[in-house]
Nanobody, 114 residues
Framework: QVQLVESGGGLVQAGGSLRLSCAAS???????MTWYRQAPGKQRDLVAF???????KYADSVKGRFTISRDNAKNTVYLQMNSLKPEDTAVYYC?????????WGQGTQVTVSS
């Protein structure tokens, strides 16, 4: 069993920044870690992922504004979000694939006011 705990969400004005963290209960070394988000009434969408080797991919909607990173020593993945827009408002979830199983965090709310 792996626990993923997100933190760092909150209320911010458009144009502001937030940094989300996802702390895992075991090592994330070598694992693909992904951030998703889900707005009210919408499906859960991929935001960004980072592989164990450092390959990174972003959704087109966040390219140039969001940065995903990882600190294997701290078993933590980050999502730096800059130039936030009201359409970024969602619950943000951390996801990791460990030992053949998919694990999710509980989510952290990000609200961007216009």
């Amino acid at each position: 069993q792996v626990q993923l705990v997100e933190s760092g969400g909150g209320l911010v004005q458009a144009g502001g920044s937030l940094r989300l963290s996802c702390a895992a209960s075991r090592t994330i070394f070598g694992n693909v870690m992904t951030w998703y988000r889900q707005a009210p009434g919408k499906q859960r969408d991929l935001v960004a992922f980072i592989t164990g080797g450092g390959t990174i991919k972003y959704a087109d909607s966040v390219k140039g504004r969001f940065t995903i990173s990882r600190d294997n020593a701290k078993n933590t993945v980050y999502l730096q979000m800059n130039s936030l827009k009201p359409e970024d408002t969602a619950v943000y979830y951390c996801n990791g694939f460990f030992g053949g199983y998919n694990y999710w965090g509980q989510g952290t709310q990000v609200t961007v006011s216009s």
